[in-house]
């Protein structure tokens, strides 16, 4: 953790709104580089293909799946509507995993594009830290398997709060609530990877950091979370939420020192406009 001042700021509902001031800035940043938000768009659009095609082929073959998933029903008068009813069942199950996961396989397809473009914000606010830099392989490896091992940990939470979703009243009111709070912290986990990864930063430290600074984590996962929820918005928000993450890493959460930088403890020297 080389060169890492000790991250200090707001806590509590001033930490929250300060993550989610960075989610603009992230926008704003892409706003002012079309070219790059651009670029950034070319993973989201091949795993949205990739996922239309799936669910597409889900919905058609959905019952056919229940039916190879109940063999115990063949000989019920009502096997037919039993089936469709799990048909539907699976069918929702594929949309909230699709949902879930869709972030993560962007980041592993993007993993070159978004690097790039995490670099280019990194060097726009002053310079790029050194020394947590890996080849591309490694990179895509340890992005893969961070990715597994994050999704381990959002099915740990999501499959619970999915069983308490229906008890009612507490079903429609406190688990809706939990799970974006869940959910966003988990995209926080994943955007912020590659900036932190740049300082050497490995998987338990960066979610040491992030846990330790819980309400900035929440502040900029929850609103990505809830506008990822949208159809077609996480395609076209995706490269303002990793510009936003490079920020986020760089300002606030593991400042690091380039070059002939100055930086006072805990902050890193921004030399753009908020």
């Not at 989610?20 to 950034?40: Q, T």
């Not at 869940?182 to 590659?194: H, I, M, N, R």
């Not at 998987?203 to 040491?208: G, P």
């Amino acid at each position: 953790m080389s060169g890492i001042g000790r991250p200090a700021g707001r806590r509590g509902v001033g930490g929250f709104a300060e993550g989610v001031g960075f989610c603009f800035r992230g926008l704003g940043w892409v706003a002012r580089n079309p070219r790059w938000w651009l670029f950034g768009l070319i993973p989201a659009l091949i795993a949205l293909v990739l996922y239309a095609v799936a669910l597409v082929w889900l919905g058609t073959h959905a019952t056919d799946v229940a039916a190879w998933a109940t063999p115990f029903a063949d000989d019920w008068g009502w096997r037919d509507a039993f089936r469709t009813l799990v048909g539907v069942m699976i069918f929702v199950v594929g949309l909230a995993l699709s949902v879930l996961t869709f972030t993560a396989v962007t980041l592993v397809i993007g993993d070159p594009f978004y690097e790039k473009l995490s670099e280019k914000v990194e060097e726009d606010l002053g310079g790029l830290p050194g020394g947590g830099d890996l080849p591309f392989w490694g990179s895509l490896f340890r992005s893969i398997r961070d990715s597994l091992v994050t999704l381990w940990y959002v099915l740990l939470f999501t499959i619970p709060l999915f069983v308490l979703g229906f008890v009612p009243v507490v079903g429609q009111t406190v688990v809706p609530v939990v799970g974006a709070l869940v959910s966003g912290f988990f995209l926080t986990v994943e955007l912020t990877a590659l900036a932190m990864e740049r300082r050497g930063l490995r998987r338990k430290e960066r979610f040491a950091l992030l846990r330790s600074n819980m309400s900035v984590s929440l502040g900029f996962g929850v609103p990505l979370f809830l506008a990822f929820a949208v159809p077609l918005v996480s395609v076209v928000v995706m490269p303002g939420a990793v510009a936003g993450a490079a920020m986020l890493v760089r300002m606030r959460l593991a400042p690091a020192t380039v070059p002939g930088d100055q930086a006072p403890e805990g902050q890193a020297r921004d030399t753009r406009p908020a």
